[in-house]
């Protein structure tokens, strides 16, 4: 991997964290797209800003649900699209402070998930359609894209970037160290220097030397000689890539998959189509496979709750990352072949192999032939009868299905297949 990528190798060891998507959309409760998608003016929005009011809001409880569920480092919404704040900035009104929360509701996150031992990031959108000085008529997400009365409006990009500019310095500065800065997103010419991004990307390193940013400023991460905005990481958005990622170059880029756990990111009180702990522990087995994170998210409701659905699949991947957990922290691509059976991950000189699709007779591990010291059930430590050095007989069904940790003397010298 490039050395520049070295700022990203702690999180990426990290390997599952929790994305929040929280804001005055829960309230209308269609998804965070709802004013674009509906066209709803700011006047016709106002009301959820007058009302919102979340009663039942307690990060301490969000930080214990993603330390059972084994995540390691949320990114929150501190400002979506809507351009609507949690955090109590001082260049805006259109803040939480300002609602009956009547608070700084970012500072309650920072600190619960601090105290529960896990990583802090920030969502921050690009995008504003509160805004007055960002581009609305003729813009193609905005919500009064095509309203006629927008169209001879005066505005100053500036302005808005001086804005912008200003609430990611605020961000930065009032809240202790802050792990990542997860910005969203880029688009047509809203890219790159539209957003005077290396200016903005030299402040954050000035304010945080240590944050790791997410590639959605713009640019060429997958360049070798690449822009300074290009960013730590790459964001593939609801798919794993089918091979990791690799650059121009063939050197890996650090990634992290952000999936939703139903078909929405904000919350949604119709949508059901919850994703299974199965297709969630195998999402994340894929992803550690290819050198990847997953980053899950949760569309906490108006009150300030975590739907019980996600509560439950988080409950139980954590569940079973409690006692699997050693094949995914720290673990990344195995030099082996990928099996027809399911995926592999490797961390050192212990291989482990994650058996989605039992198929009938013994388990071929293809090019470990003689290379294998023990073999483990990684689930209860239980010992694997290894038949001949090529297969194994035995295998216990977890949510992920079986399970088996091949536990390798001096594996990885021994793994150039
Ligand atoms: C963006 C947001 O619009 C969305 O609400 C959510 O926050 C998500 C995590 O990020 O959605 C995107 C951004 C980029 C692409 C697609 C959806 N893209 O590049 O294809």
Redesign the pocket.
Same mark, same amino acid.
């Given at each position: 991997m490039n050395a520049r990528f070295e700022r990203t190798l702690p999180l990426m060891k990290d390997r599952f964290g929790l994305f929040i998507?929280w804001g005055l959309y829960a309230i209308p409760a269609r998804g965070? *797209?709802v004013r674009s998608q509906e066209r709803i003016t700011n006047e016709q929005y106002q009301p959820y800003f007058e009302e919102f009011n979340p009663v039942l809001y307690d990060p301490r409880s969000w930080a214990k649900a993603a330390k059972a569920a084994g995540q390691k480092y949320a990114v929150l919404t501190t400002k979506?699209?809507d351009g609507f704040c949690l955090f109590d900035s001082q260049l805006t009104e259109y803040k939480a402070t300002n609602t009956p929360a009547g608070r700084d509701l970012i500072r309650e996150y920072v600190e619960a998930f601090r105290a529960e031992g896990i990583k802090v990031g920030f969502y921050y959108s690009l995008i504003d359609w509160y805004h007055d000085d960002y581009p609305a008529y003729g813009d193609r997400q905005h919500p009064m894209r095509d309203d006629e009365s927008f169209k001879d409006k005066e505005m100053n990009f500036d302005r808005y970037l001086d804005y912008m500019h200003g609430q990611v310095r605020e961000l930065l500065t009032n809240y202790g160290k802050i792990d990542i800065m997860w910005f969203?997103?880029s688009y047509d010419d809203m890219t790159g220097e539209k957003w005077r991004a290396t200016e903005l990307i030299q402040m954050i390193r000035s304010l945080q030397p240590d944050i790791v940013i997410d590639n959605r400023l713009g640019g060429n991460i997958m360049a070798k000689e690449h822009e300074i905005y290009a960013g730590d990481f790459f964001s593939p958005?609801q798919i794993i890539p089918p091979e990791g990622i690799v650059n121009d170059a063939g050197e890996a880029i650090p990634w992290e998959a952000?999936i939703t756990l139903n078909d929405h *990111?904000g919350y949604h009180s119709t949508d059901r189509n919850y994703k299974s702990p199965r297709q969630v522990i195998r999402a994340l087995v894929e992803c550690v496979s290819k050198n990847g994170n997953l980053l899950l998210n949760v569309g906490p409701d108006a009150k300030g709750e975590i739907p019980q659905e996600s509560l439950d699949i988080l409950a139980a991947v954590g569940a079973w990352l409690h006692r699997n957990g050693d094949s995914i922290y720290g673990c990344g691509i195995a030099e082996l072949p990928k099996p027809e059976w399911g995926r592999y991950t490797q961390r050192g000189n212990k291989l482990y192999a994650h058996v989605f699709d039992r198929g009938i007779g013994p388990i071929y591990f293809q090019g470990l032939k003689g290379r294998i010291k023990k073999a483990r059930l990684l689930s209860d430590g239980s010992e694997l009868h290894v038949q001949t050095p090529w297969m194994a007989d035995q295998y216990s069904d977890t949510a992920s299905g079986a399970f088996i940790h091949i536990a390798g003397g001096d594996l990885p010298d021994e793994l150039d297949t």
């Open positions: 998507h965070e *797209w979506h699209h969203d997103f958005e952000c *990111w």
